[in-house]
């Protein structure tokens, strides 16, 4: 009896000393970096959430000339930032050290999934990988919502899957559609899952019961919205589709000069830094978007083959192919050194090649082609505008999970060369 009461202790010791590494890692990696500079993304989500803890809602905008209100950022990790701040004070370590936990949690969440699919020694493996994997140290080592991003995707994924096979099916779709609501609020590109996690929770039972949790999935999700579209609504004058980003963000894209930019070719930049959009930067957040916008859909229409252009270019810069200048440009942009934006770049390469690897391997292949669907639709809606290392924060867990198979089959691999060394007979 003892020893069967001992055996789930066991099992859980060599995860837990896992997880222990993991914020290990991310707390040696805030203590290693003390003065980090918030800057770009960083330093705005800090401002809105100052904002927020001090009671002066989201503020003002800072992107238009008018002022106003804004409804640029997408609320959800402001919030979860002001909520840590009004529980330490202002303390960007504090920030700082409540990602590590989100960081260690995500680790744990790519085991959980891993070890439903494959089962526990590739959950292990993969749980080794994300605990040191350094763009995800790296990353959750300032104020950027990927942090919260991942362990929210990781968690509608996991929900799916158990709503696929649970009796509980539809508290599981319920809480599938909950954090699925949550990642969209999180950052709005994350709509895109919610195709793969309905897919994943889909059963081969009767109709009824087959569509039951999907359908609870999409109006869960679709609720958790409404209060921040109403509050747009009321707020900003204007229906808002979740951000004013779209405008904002196209327009720094699509335009001559980006076209033309040889160092970095077809490659975002700020509005005000595109001439030919100058006129158009006045008024309020919502009146400017809606200009932006207007000329980004201009330039497309005059421009058609510069959309498969911008997904090249961008699809290099997004998956580092385009050398280490582009990924220190892009770290950089968010307070980060040269040395440490190569750790993440060298080690992403590590990780990318074990996951070529891990594509080939048959587990890959056993896995529900929707989990592999996620990060391919999350690279479909990143390309268009936008293309640099950190924007991969939420499709490397797929990778780690790639890397993991891979590392398993070789050890396989090993063992059954070892097994016949040692009986040669057989």
């Known amino acids: 009896m003892s020893t069967n009461r001992g055996r789930p202790r066991s099992g859980l010791l060599l995860p837990a000393l896992i997880l222990g590494a993991a914020l290990a890692v991310r707390l040696a990696f805030i203590a290693a970096t003390p003065d980090l500079r918030l800057r770009s993304d960083p330093a705005d989500y800090h401002r809105l959430a100052v904002s927020l803890d001090a009671g002066h809602g989201f503020g003002t905008t800072v992107v238009a000339p008018g002022g106003g209100p804004t409804a640029f950022r997408p609320p959800m990790f402001p919030v979860v930032l002001a909520a840590v701040y009004k529980v330490t004070g202002v303390h960007i370590t504090a920030a700082r050290v409540f990602q590590a936990l989100l960081g260690t949690v995500s680790v744990g969440l790519i085991g959980l999934l891993a070890w439903s699919v494959w089962g526990r020694r590739t959950a292990l493996v993969a749980m080794a990988v994300a605990a040191v994997y ?18 929210l995707e990781l968690g509608a994924v996991l929900c799916a899957m158990r709503a696929r096979t649970s009796r509980r099916a539809p508290a599981w779709a319920v809480a599938a559609g909950l954090l699925t609501g949550l990642g ?13 996690v309905v897919l994943l929770s889909l059963t081969g039972v009767r109709p009824v019961r087959r569509l039951a949790a999907p359908a609870l999935i999409v109006v869960v999700a679709a609720l958790v919205l409404v209060p921040w579209l109403v509050r747009d609504r009321n707020v900003m004058g204007h229906v808002v589709p979740l951000t004013t980003q779209t405008g904002l963000v196209a327009a720094g894209t699509y335009n001559d000069t980006s076209a033309h930019d040889r160092r970095a070719p077809a490659a975002w930049r700020p509005e005000n830094l595109v001439p030919e959009y100058r006129h158009l930067l006045y008024g309020d957040e919502y009146g400017e978007e809606r200009r932006l916008r207007h000329a980004a859909t201009r330039y497309v229409d005059a421009h058609p083959t510069y959309v498969a252009r911008v997904m090249y270019w961008n699809t290099r810069r997004l998956f580092d192919t385009t050398g280490r200048a582009s990924s220190r440009a892009s770290w950089a942009a968010n307070g980060f050194s040269a040395g440490w934006a190569d750790a993440a770049h060298y080690g992403y390469w590590v990780v990318a090649v074990l996951a070529v690897g891990g594509a080939v391997t048959t587990n890959a292949r056993k896995a529900p082609g929707a989990l592999w669907l996620a990060p391919v639709l999350l ?14 924060g939420t499709i490397e867990p797929f990778f780690v999970l790639l890397a993991a198979l891979a590392i398993e089959a070789v050890r396989r691999r090993l063992g059954r060369r070892r097994a016949l060394v040692d009986d040669p007979v057989t």
Request: hydrophobic residues 50%.
């Open 134 to 151: 350094p763009p995800l140290v790296v990353a959750g080592g300032t104020l950027l919502s990927e942090s919260l991003a991942i362990p």
């Open 184 to 196: 969209i609020l999180t950052r709005p590109n994350s709509a895109v899952l919610v195709v793969p």
């Open 379 to 392: 690279w479909l809606v990143t390309v268009p505008v936008l293309g640099e290392s950190r924007l991969r």
